[in-house]
Every structure is written in structure tokens, then in C-alpha cells.
């Protein structure tokens, strides 16, 4: 049997009082696009930082191709690239200067014709003798890219990487990730948007509050996401407080608040119009508009990762 590209076992991290992430099981099979979810805070950066070796785990063992990270950090660093979210890009360095540092660094063979490849895939070549202090934070998420990519890692980890992006820059990372997927690299890619990863992404794991509270295929998740009714209700003003009085409800499973607009994701099987205006009214507020309809599956997403997540693992 083939070993997980990365595995972890009851890996965990406490910061004073807080458990960042928390008994997490993770694996990776080799070949895979793995979707690694949640909001701000859920703790994707710290299991990202750890399975790098950088960040040392409280509790919890992590393997690399089967062989327990700290027998040999170095290489397995070979053989493994990573853009973070916020890349450290040596500001005054030019991209190609830039790129040329971390050739060196792996010693990349031919290294100006694979820079040369690589900023021209990415469509950085015409910016080729600019410093990166002028680069827009896109063209940085990019540039990083192709630094990630100089020396042909097996394993690519992503923070987040197409946040600093345009849409058609989304396309065009999307469709490189799936390139470099079809010629086998392994690629764990952490976000909060669910439609980042929903379609390069052969599995999904979702972190809450340091925890993984799902893990499944792409299929299997939105057909479970899916069973959640929604209402959407309009408000004459905003309604302070509302969201917190809503979630205090045994038929509401999420809200999303957005000034006037708010978004109720409900138990399935019954008319919840009537507890829902009443709740509205009770807390204030005046309905203006309300109607049910199928959520997308990102607002099914939205409303899966908060406090409802509580009720339904613990
Ligand atoms: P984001 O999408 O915002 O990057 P994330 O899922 O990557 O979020 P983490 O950055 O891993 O989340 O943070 C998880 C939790 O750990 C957060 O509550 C954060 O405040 C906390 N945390 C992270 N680093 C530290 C630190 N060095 N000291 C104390 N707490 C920390």
C-alpha cells in the first residue's frame, strides 16, 4: 500500500489557553487536490506551519511519505514547495533576481531557463526586471508561485494563495494546479472560500475551531450541504443583536447577518416562516421580505462554520 503524502496523528497546538488546533487526523493521499477549509482563526495556518516543520507541535506526530517528520526535515523540504499567506518577498530584489536566490538555494539546474519558463507561464515575464516592492500583491502571490515551483516539488502547500488575485489571475492559477496535478504532484491547499477549492479539489477537510469537523469528497459534501433549507430575510433596518437571538432557536442551525439582509439556514422538513418572523419581531426588528430558497453552496458553507458546528459534533 502506498503511504499518505502527509499524515498526522492527534497532532495539536496550544497557545496559553487556546488550543489552536486540536487532535487533528489528517491524510493525503499522493496525487490528490486536498481542500483544507474554515473561517479566520480555525487554525489551517498553524497545521500548515507544523507539517513544514516550522512550528513545533504541542502533542501529535506528523509523517511525510510515511517517515516521521523529524527524521530528516531537510529532505523532505526538497521535496516540498509552499507559498504562505503573507510570503516574505525580498523587496528590493528584481523577480527574476529573486527567483535566481532560490534557484541557487535547491540548486535548480538551468536556472534562468526554468525562471524564464516559469514567469511566463504565470504572465510576469514583461515584469521580469521589476522590484518586487512594485509589484502588486497579486503579481507577489504569483511570483511566489513560481518560487514554490523552481525545483519541482512532489508536494505543494498553499495559504490561502489566490486571495491577492483578479479573477481571470484565479483561472489562470486554477488551471496550473490542475496541470501540475495531472503530471502528479500532491497539492494541500488551504482557504475560506469553499469556491476556491470546489473545483480543483478532489477531497475537502473543514477546520473548526482547531478541529477537523469534516472531511469528505467535493460530491459527498455538497449533496450533505445541499439538505439544508434557507430563508432569506429582508429587514426595514439592521437589528442588533439578531443573530444571536436567531441561533437561540431549536429549528435554526446557522445565520449569517449582513445589515439588512439576513441569511437563516433551518432544520429541513417543515415551514419555519412563522418562528422566524416571530423571533425577528421579538428582537425588534421589521421584515420587509422573506423567502426560502436553495442555498448556493457556499452560503451553505458560510452558515456550516459557526456556532451550529457545536450542536451537531458535540
Ligand atoms: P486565517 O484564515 O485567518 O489565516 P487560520 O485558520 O489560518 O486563519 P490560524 O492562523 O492557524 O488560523 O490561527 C488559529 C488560532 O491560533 C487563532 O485563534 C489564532 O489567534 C491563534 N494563534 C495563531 N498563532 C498564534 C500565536 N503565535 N500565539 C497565540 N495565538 C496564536
Given at each position: 500500500?502506498?503511504?499518505?503524502?502527509?499524515?498526522?496523528?492527534q497532532?495539536?497546538?496550544?497557545y496559553?489557553?487556546?488550543?489552536?488546533?486540536?487532535?487533528?487526523?489528517?491524510?493525503?493521499?499522493?496525487?490528490?487536490?486536498?481542500?483544507?477549509?474554515?473561517?479566520?482563526?480555525?487554525?489551517?495556518?498553524?497545521?500548515l506551519?507544523?507539517?513544514?516543520?516550522?512550528?513545533?507541535?504541542?502533542?501529535?506526530?506528523?509523517?511525510?511519505?510515511?517517515?516521521?517528520?523529524?527524521?530528516?526535515?531537510?529532505?523532505?523540504?526538497?521535496?516540498?514547495?509552499?507559498?504562505?499567506?503573507?510570503d516574505?518577498?525580498?523587496?528590493?530584489?528584481?523577480?527574476?533576481?529573486?527567483?535566481?536566490?532560490?534557484?541557487?538555494?535547491?540548486?535548480?539546474?538551468h536556472?534562468?531557463?526554468?525562471?524564464?519558463?516559469?514567469?511566463?507561464?504565470?504572465?510576469?515575464?514583461?515584469?521580469?526586471?521589476?522590484?518586487?516592492?512594485?509589484?502588486?500583491?497579486?503579481?507577489?502571490?504569483?511570483?511566489?508561485?513560481?518560487?514554490?515551483?523552481l525545483?519541482?516539488?512532489?508536494?505543494?502547500?498553499?495559504?490561502?494563495?489566490?486571495?491577492?488575485?483578479?479573477?481571470?489571475?484565479?483561472?489562470?492559477?486554477?488551471?496550473?494546479?490542475?496541470?501540475?496535478?495531472?503530471?502528479?504532484?500532491?497539492?494541500?491547499?488551504?482557504?475560506?472560500?469553499?469556491?476556491?477549492?470546489?473545483?480543483?479539489?478532489?477531497?475537502?477537510?473543514?477546520?473548526?475551531?482547531g478541529?477537523?469537523?469534516?472531511?469528505?469528497?467535493?460530491?459527498?459534501?455538497?449533496?450533505?450541504?445541499?439538505?439544508?433549507?434557507?430563508?432569506?430575510?429582508?429587514?426595514?433596518?439592521?437589528?442588533?443583536?439578531?443573530?444571536?437571538?436567531l441561533?437561540a432557536?431549536?429549528?435554526?442551525?446557522?445565520?449569517?447577518?449582513?445589515?439588512?439582509?439576513?441569511?437563516?439556514?433551518?432544520?429541513?422538513?417543515?415551514?419555519?416562516?412563522?418562528?422566524?418572523?416571530?423571533?425577528?419581531?421579538?428582537?425588534?426588528?421589521?421584515?420587509?421580505?422573506?423567502?426560502?430558497?436553495?442555498?448556493?453552496?457556499?452560503?451553505?458553507?458560510?452558515?456550516?462554520?459557526?456556532a451550529?458546528?457545536?450542536?451537531?459534533t458535540?
Amino acid at each position: 500500500m502506498t503511504e499518505p503524502v502527509v499524515r498526522t496523528e492527534q497532532l495539536t497546538k496550544r497557545y496559553d489557553g487556546l488550543v489552536a488546533v486540536r487532535d487533528l487526523e489528517l491524510t493525503i493521499e499522493p496525487g490528490e487536490i486536498y481542500g483544507f477549509l474554515g473561517p479566520n482563526g480555525a487554525g489551517k495556518t498553524t497545521t500548515l506551519l507544523m507539517v513544514l516543520g516550522i512550528l513545533k507541535p504541542t502533542a501529535g506526530r506528523i509523517y511525510l511519505w510515511g517517515r516521521p517528520l523529524e527524521d530528516d526535515p531537510l529532505a523532505v523540504k526538497r521535496r516540498v514547495g509552499v507559498v504562505g499567506e503573507h510570503d516574505y518577498i525580498h523587496d528590493h530584489l528584481t523577480a527574476d533576481e529573486y527567483l535566481r536566490f532560490f534557484a541557487d538555494l535547491y540548486g535548480v539546474p538551468h536556472p534562468a531557463e526554468r525562471i524564464g519558463a516559469w514567469l511566463e507561464r504565470l504572465g510576469l515575464l514583461e515584469f521580469r526586471t521589476l522590484r518586487a516592492r512594485d509589484f502588486s500583491r497579486g503579481m507577489k502571490q504569483k511570483l511566489a508561485l513560481a518560487r514554490s515551483l523552481l525545483h519541482e516539488p512532489d508536494l505543494l502547500l498553499l495559504d490561502e494563495p489566490v486571495s491577492g488575485l483578479d479573477p481571470h489571475g484565479v483561472v489562470e492559477v486554477r488551471h496550473l494546479l490542475l496541470e501540475l496535478n495531472r503530471r502528479g504532484v500532491t497539492i494541500f491547499i488551504s482557504s475560506h472560500l469553499l469556491s476556491e477549492v470546489e473545483q480543483t479539489a478532489h477531497r475537502v477537510g473543514i477546520m473548526h475551531r482547531g478541529r477537523l469537523i469534516r472531511q469528505d469528497t467535493i460530491p459527498a459534501l455538497r449533496a450533505w450541504l445541499r439538505q439544508e433549507p434557507v430563508l432569506e430575510v429582508e429587514l426595514h433596518a439592521p437589528v442588533p443583536h439578531l443573530e444571536a437571538q436567531l441561533r437561540a432557536l431549536p429549528v435554526v442551525r446557522g445565520v449569517q447577518a449582513n445589515g439588512r439582509r439576513v441569511v437563516v439556514t433551518v432544520t429541513p422538513g417543515a415551514d419555519h416562516r412563522g418562528s422566524i418572523s416571530q423571533a425577528v419581531a421579538a428582537a425588534g426588528g421589521v421584515i420587509v421580505g422573506m423567502h426560502a430558497h436553495e442555498p448556493t453552496l457556499e452560503e451553505a458553507f458560510l452558515t456550516l462554520t459557526d456556532a451550529a458546528v457545536d450542536r451537531w459534533t458535540s
